[in-house]
C-alpha cells in the first residue's frame, strides 16, 4: 500500500462566503482551463483517487502573527526542528504508556505545502481558531473523559471521523472522487466514509432531519465544484484528530455550515477550501485550504474499524476497573 504524499501543490485563494444558493448552474465551459481533463459535460474530469496528508499545522503558531508564508530558508529550519521532535519520541517513553500506531500504520513521509503557508488555517488573518471559550470547555470535557461512552470520541467507536472529512490526518489521506451525471460521490478512506453529493438543484431536505455529516448540495461555478452542507445535528463533534489542534473535540451545533470547494487547476493538483460556520461555538465563520494531489498508485482499502474492534471495551472496562479500586483498595473490605 503506498502512501507517497511527495510533490503536494496548492493554490493560496481563499473560500468565498457562506450562504451560497443553489441556483441556476452557470453553462458547462464557463471559465474553463484548457489544461485540465474534462467529461462529457464540460466540467472537470475529477474522478480518481486523492491525497492531502501534510506536515503543514492546522493553526499557526502564535508568534508568527499574521505571517502567512515562510521562507524557504525559515522552512528548512522548522522541518529540522519537526525530524529532532519525532526522533525525540521514537526514544521517550511514560509511565503507562502502551504506544501507539508503529510506523507501518502511519503516513510518515508527509511533505510541507509548496507555496510554505505556515498553516492550513487561511481566514481570519492569524491563522487562528475563532472559537468561543465555552466552546473550548466543552471540548476539553469530551478530551478528558475519553474513557466515558457518553463522550468517547465518535471516531474511537467507529461512527465518524467527522464533518471535516478532507483534513489531514496522521493515516487514511486517501478520497475517491467519482461523478455521474447530477451526482458527486466522495469516499473518504477514514472509517471508510462515502458522501453522495446531489448537483441536479435540489433543495435541502427538511430542516427536521438531521444526521454525523449533513445533507449536501452541489453546484458547480466554472471549473469549480461547490457543495454546500447543512442539516447536521449535534451529538458529533468537528473534528476527531489530534492534527487538528483544539478544533479536536469541539462539539458542533445544529446551526453548523459548511461550505466546501474543489478548484481543479491542474490535472494532478485540486485546490481544496473549506468554511465553517457554526455561531454557537466560533466568534466568525473560518476557512482551511488544503491540497488534494492525484495519485493513481494509491490503494484505498476497505477501513474495516468496527470488525475486530476491541479498543471500545478494553477502554470502558479499565476504566471501570480503575473506579473500583479507588473505591475499595486492594487489601480493605
Same mark, same amino acid.
Given at each position: /500500500? !503506498? !502512501?507517497?504524499?511527495?510533490?503536494?501543490?496548492?493554490?493560496?485563494?481563499?473560500?468565498?462566503?457562506?450562504?451560497?444558493?443553489?441556483?441556476?448552474? *452557470?453553462?458547462?465551459?464557463?471559465?474553463?482551463?484548457?489544461?485540465?481533463?474534462?467529461?462529457?459535460?464540460?466540467?472537470?474530469? /475529477?474522478?480518481?483517487?486523492?491525497?492531502?496528508?501534510?506536515?503543514?499545522?492546522?493553526?499557526? *503558531?502564535?508568534?508568527?502573527?499574521?505571517?502567512?508564508?515562510?521562507?524557504?530558508?525559515?522552512?528548512?529550519?522548522?522541518?529540522?526542528?519537526?525530524?529532532?521532535?519525532?526522533?525525540?519520541?521514537?526514544?521517550?517513553?511514560?509511565?503507562?504508556?502502551?504506544?501507539?500506531?508503529?510506523?507501518?500504520?502511519?503516513?510518515?513521509?508527509?511533505?510541507?505545502?509548496?507555496?510554505?503557508?505556515?498553516?492550513?488555517?487561511?481566514?481570519?488573518?492569524?491563522?487562528?481558531?475563532?472559537?468561543?471559550?465555552?466552546?473550548?470547555?466543552?471540548?476539553?470535557?469530551?478530551?478528558?473523559?475519553?474513557?466515558? *461512552?457518553?463522550?468517547?470520541?465518535?471516531?474511537?467507536?467507529?461512527?465518524?471521523?467527522?464533518?471535516?472529512? /478532507?483534513?489531514?490526518?496522521?493515516?487514511?489521506?486517501?478520497?475517491?472522487?467519482?461523478?455521474? *451525471?447530477?451526482?458527486?460521490?466522495?469516499?473518504?478512506?477514514?472509517?471508510?466514509?462515502?458522501? &453522495?453529493?446531489?448537483?441536479?438543484?435540489?433543495?435541502?431536505?427538511?430542516?427536521?432531519?438531521?444526521?454525523?455529516?449533513?445533507?449536501?448540495?452541489?453546484?458547480?461555478?466554472?471549473?469549480?465544484?461547490?457543495?454546500?452542507?447543512?442539516?447536521?445535528?449535534?451529538?458529533?463533534?468537528?473534528?476527531?484528530?489530534?492534527?487538528?489542534?483544539? %478544533? !479536536?473535540?469541539?462539539?458542533?451545533?445544529?446551526?453548523?455550515?459548511?461550505?466546501?470547494?474543489?478548484?481543479?487547476?491542474?490535472?494532478?493538483?485540486?485546490?481544496?477550501?473549506?468554511?465553517?460556520?457554526?455561531?454557537? &461555538?466560533?466568534?466568525?465563520?473560518?476557512? &482551511?485550504?488544503?491540497?488534494?494531489?492525484?495519485?493513481?498508485?494509491?490503494?484505498?482499502?476497505?477501513?474495516?474499524?468496527?470488525?475486530?474492534?476491541?479498543?471500545?471495551? %478494553?477502554?470502558? !472496562?479499565?476504566?471501570?476497573?480503575?473506579?473500583?479500586?479507588?473505591?475499595?483498595?486492594?487489601?480493605?473490605?
Amino acid at each position: /500500500m !503506498r !502512501r507517497t504524499l511527495a510533490g503536494l501543490l496548492m493554490a493560496g485563494a481563499l473560500a468565498a462566503s457562506l450562504g451560497p444558493t443553489l441556483a441556476a448552474q *452557470p453553462p458547462a465551459g464557463a471559465g474553463r482551463s484548457p489544461a485540465i481533463p474534462r467529461l462529457a459535460d464540460g466540467h472537470p474530469d /475529477m474522478q480518481g483517487v486523492w491525497i492531502h496528508g501534510t506536515l503543514t499545522p492546522f493553526e499557526r *503558531p502564535v508568534d508568527l502573527g499574521t505571517k502567512a508564508f515562510y521562507t524557504a530558508e525559515e522552512l528548512r529550519t522548522v522541518e529540522a526542528q519537526i525530524a529532532a521532535r519525532r526522533n525525540a519520541a521514537r526514544t521517550t517513553t511514560r509511565a503507562g504508556d502502551v504506544g501507539g500506531d508503529n510506523e507501518a500504520f502511519v503516513d510518515s513521509d508527509y511533505a510541507w505545502l509548496s507555496t510554505r503557508q505556515t498553516s492550513l488555517l487561511v481566514e481570519p488573518p492569524d491563522g487562528r481558531l475563532p472559537v468561543r471559550p465555552d466552546a473550548l470547555k466543552r471540548a476539553a470535557v469530551n478530551l478528558e473523559s475519553r474513557d466515558d *461512552p457518553e463522550t468517547m470520541s465518535p471516531w474511537d467507536r467507529c461512527i465518524t471521523r467527522g464533518p471535516t472529512l /478532507m483534513l489531514p490526518a496522521g493515516y487514511n489521506n486517501g478520497t475517491r472522487i467519482v461523478q455521474t *451525471p447530477g451526482l458527486v460521490t466522495l469516499e473518504a478512506e477514514m472509517v471508510h466514509e462515502v458522501r &453522495v453529493i446531489p448537483t441536479d438543484g435540489r433543495p435541502h431536505v427538511a430542516g427536521h432531519l438531521r444526521t454525523w455529516l449533513g445533507d449536501p448540495r452541489g453546484r458547480w461555478e466554472g471549473d469549480t465544484l461547490v457543495i454546500d452542507s447543512t442539516n447536521f445535528h449535534d451529538r458529533g463533534w468537528i473534528s476527531t484528530h489530534a492534527g487538528s489542534g483544539r %478544533l !479536536r473535540g469541539l462539539p458542533n451545533s445544529e446551526a453548523l455550515h459548511v461550505v466546501e470547494r474543489f478548484t481543479m487547476t491542474a490535472a494532478d493538483t485540486i485546490v481544496y477550501e473549506m468554511t465553517v460556520d457554526d455561531p454557537a &461555538v466560533y466568534t466568525r465563520p473560518w476557512t &482551511v485550504s488544503v491540497p488534494l494531489t492525484r495519485d493513481d498508485t494509491y490503494v484505498i482499502y476497505e477501513a474495516a474499524c468496527h470488525e475486530g474492534n476491541q479498543a471500545i471495551e %478494553l477502554v470502558l !472496562r479499565g476504566a471501570r476497573f480503575e473506579e473500583r479500586q479507588v473505591k475499595s483498595p486492594p487489601g480493605k473490605p
